[in-house]
């Protein structure tokens, strides 16, 4: 049982923001913060609703966080009784996340006596808009109560206040609070129902927030406890009212009871770990931290619809605006294809319904054909301003070239496509406009590349690549390579509805006028420039010039670092005229393309950049782990493994750019630890649709296994010292 808790015993003040991001619950819908019940937009309390944005003017464009509708607040004899009013002697706090279940039991002293508040809640897989909680209150000796328990609609917002037009109700003993979004005048309703068998009732309402007090003369030692329902409904649902489908659930919710919702949505996560456990034996500190990550993942899918993705902080906050980034389809997305295929499904389509976006970006550079948004949110539009960070030493916004420059974007999207593609088979995909996708990237690298006629090939200048410390270079092998990769699935895409689907074909070509690109692509996918291993190291370099750079120890490098949290890249910071990178990016290159490079390239690459890499991103250790895991470096790809496994576990990651609050959770080291334990360890491959394995289990694993599937087919593999076996299930 303990494999499947996460728990904290002891009561911390400076872990609040930590807690709220590791015992974080969520359904795909929503998330909610793992603070406690009693706590307000102070410490961070937050249901992060996806799908639904809004911007003040001036400000970023970020998602909407839902009046809190599990605010409770106990008073004993008039005294506020919480972990920040009162002493306290115990605390636990404990996400359960076989069943996604969080929970907590406090003892607090207040006047020579003692009072104890137990609670546990979950956000409900089965009805993605409820979250159910049941609290119970007890004291050592007779006094007055006073539970103070509804909706609080003055929430934390990083670049708000997003609601306003705040109206609350109490209605057929629901409460209910409506507020308005500012930009696209969403409805945002929370309607609560409680069951209840003690205290004199009042309804108490103020401008952002109703709640009921609860008042009773509490016997020494007796357990007076409750459930609460809330749901939360908006506009965005197209639901009709949002508020009657709150009364309408509420009202469900309460018929039903607790225990059988909470049987419910548990059984449904019970079913997804029969298809995502990996179960490890003879590491417990592994075991635990996979199926934590396991866990992040599931929670923030999206289950429900095809019009949203997984923002790089999950839904753990409005950090990074809420934004998409290649984070999805390079780091979480094959978790889905071999686990959830549907789930990918909707990920995949996310990025076909951006195209709009995608086109309007290309256009606004110059450019034909997609470029994709480096931070996408609902709309597909671009999210990421010119000035991302802030200077810490003059306080002024730094000009970033993420959005103008990290083109590998685009290439990252038809990655996505590809991937879900070959191992679905589901050609549908590619008709219901992933093909359309595939030849805009295409085109809108042609239009990128640069031809360069005395080298009769075509270059990519003035590029960002993965490590974002060095700006504006030229050539970089992961991103000319990808270029390369997205003309060869295009080329792949055409030959297939050409041959099955020519009506289509015909179609497409003359809907987007493609004609006359099919040479131009050609073109570019032959005489493509990238950069090779240098003869005499094996070296490839990261970018033209790179090597000529400052040779610095990245702890020499960290020598000079004047102030906290100053920004090492950019035009002026201290990585930028060294070679000390931010994260994986050649490591990447040959993770990705492996069959292209042999083992000495890879051993000398990984040996080279591993000193010089930062790993200031939590994409980056992953990366190092799978490609240390290939060269048989185990000891090197367990430790990079249970970097990015625990990186949430252990919240030592920053905290800040500049000025800007980066915290939250790391779907994409989740997504991480999974590919590296699986694509890593396992060593799993494919071949003609069957899946393969090529181990090199960490020296304390004695074995480990999981299942997978590919083409509609499931296997189970297990794999020990000795011997590995794959089965059909
Ligand atoms: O996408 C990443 C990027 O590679 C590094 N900075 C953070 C982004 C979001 O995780």
């Known amino acids: ?173 629901c409460l209910v609070l409506k507020a308005v979004t500012n930009e696209q005048k969403h409805t945002i309703a929370v309607v609560e129902g409680i069951k209840i068998k003690f205290g004199k009732h009042k309804i108490n309402k103020r401008k952002k927030i109703i709640t009921r007090l609860i008042e009773f003369e509490a016997e020494a030692g007796k357990e007076y406890t409750f459930s609460k329902y809330v749901s939360v409904f908006t506009t ?114 996310y990025r076909i319904h951006s195209l709009p976006g995608a086109r309007q970006k290309a256009k606004e550079y110059g450019y034909d054909g997609a470029f994709y948004a480096w931070e996408s949110q609902d709309n597909g539009k671009e999210a990421c301003t010119h000035f991302n960070v802030i200077d810490v030493f003059t306080g002024r916004p730094l000009r970033t070239f993420y959005r103008d420059k990290q083109i590998h974007i685009s290439a990252d999207v038809v ?9 679905t088979g589901d050609e549908k995909i590619l008709l219901e406009g992933g093909a359309e996708v595939i030849l805009e990237c295409a085109r809108f690298y042609y239009s990128f590349a640069y031809f360069k006629k005395d080298k009769n090939r075509y270059e990519i200048l003035d590029v960002t690549t993965p490590d974002e410390y060095h700006e504006r270079v030229n050539n970089n092998p992961y991103t000319n390579r990808m270029i390369k990769y997205t003309a060869d699935v295009a080329f792949e895409t055409l030959e297939l509805l050409k041959n099955k689907y020519n009506k289509v074909y015909k179609n497409l070509i003359s809907k987007i006028n493609f004609r006359d690109d099919i040479a131009k692509i050609k073109d570019l996918q032959k005489n493509l420039y990238i950069s090779e291993p240098l003869k005499k190291t094996d070296i490839i370099e990261q970018f033209d010039n790179y090597l000529k750079l400052e040779d610095i120890d990245l702890k ?88 990015t496994a625990t990186i949430d576990l252990e919240g030592k990651y920053k905290q800040y750019v500049g000025t800007l609050y980066i915290g939250g959770t790391h779907p994409a080291a989740n997504g991480g630890t999974w590919l590296a334990a699986i694509f890593g360890f396992a060593g799993l491959s494919f071949k003609n649709d069957k899946p393969l394995v090529n181990p090199k289990l960490p020296k304390k694993w004695k074995s480990m296994k999981f299942n997978t599937q590919i083409k509609g087919k499931r296997y189970s593999i297990e794999i020990s010292k000795s011997k590995s076996k794959i089965v059909s299930v």
């Open 1 to 173: 049982m303990k494999q499947w808790v996460l728990g904290n015993k002891g009561y911390n003040r400076a872990r609040i923001g930590l807690n709220g991001n590791n015992f974080l619950l969520a359904n795909g819908y929503m998330g909610y913060r793992g603070t406690l019940e009693e706590y307000t937009k102070i410490q961070h309390t937050a249901c992060t609703l996806t799908g639904i944005y809004d911007q003040l003017k001036g400000k970023w464009r970020e998602p909407v966080n839902a009046p809190n509708g599990l605010f409770v607040k106990v008073y004993c004899n008039g005294k506020p009784v919480t972990v920040l009013d009162s002493n306290i002697k115990e605390h636990t706090q404990i996400l359960d996340f076989k069943s996604a279940v969080h929970k907590r039991r406090t003892v607090l002293k207040i006047d020579h006596n003692e009072i104890i508040i137990t609670s546990e809640r979950f956000v409900s897989l089965h009805d993605l808009h409820l979250m159910c909680m049941r609290y119970s209150v007890s004291s050592l000796k007779n006094c007055e109560i006073t539970i103070e328990t509804g909706i609080d609609g003055d929430v934390w917002d990083i670049n708000g206040p997003h609601l306003k037009n705040f109206s609350t109700r109490f209605n057929d003993n």
């Open 236 to 349: 965005n649902d197209n639901v009709g009212d949002p508020v009657e489908a709150g009364f309408a659930s509420i009202q469900n919710s309460l018929e039903q009871g607790y225990e059988k919702l909470l049987e419910n949505h548990s059984n449904l996560w019970h079913k997804r770990w029969e298809n995502a456990d990996i179960i490890i034996d003879g590491d417990k500190k592994a075991q635990f931290a996979i199926r934590y990550s396991i866990y992040h993942l599931l929670a923030i899918a999206p289950v429900h619809s095809d019009k949203i993705s997984i923002p790089a902080r999950g839904l753990s906050s409005q950090v990074y605006k809420g934004a998409i980034f290649w984070d999805t389809e390079l780091f979480m997305l094959p978790f889905f294809i071999y686990n959830f295929p549907q789930i990918a499904r909707n990920l995949v389509k």
């Open 415 to 423: 990655y996505g496509i590809w991937e879900y593609y070959k191992a």
């Open 556 to 643: 020499k490098l960290k020598s000079r670092i004047i102030k906290p949290n100053e920004y090492l890249g950019g035009p002026s910071g201290l990585a930028t005229t060294t070679q000390i990178i931010k994260q994986a990016d050649v490591i990447l290159l040959l993770n990705q393309f492996k069959d292209e490079y042999s083992n000495q390239v890879k051993k000398a690459n990984w040996e080279y950049y591993e000193p010089r890499t930062e790993h200031g991103s939590s994409l980056s250790t992953s990366m190092y782990s799978i490609l240390a895991a290939h060269l048989r470096k185990t000891d090197w790809a367990y430790k990079y493994f249970m970097k």
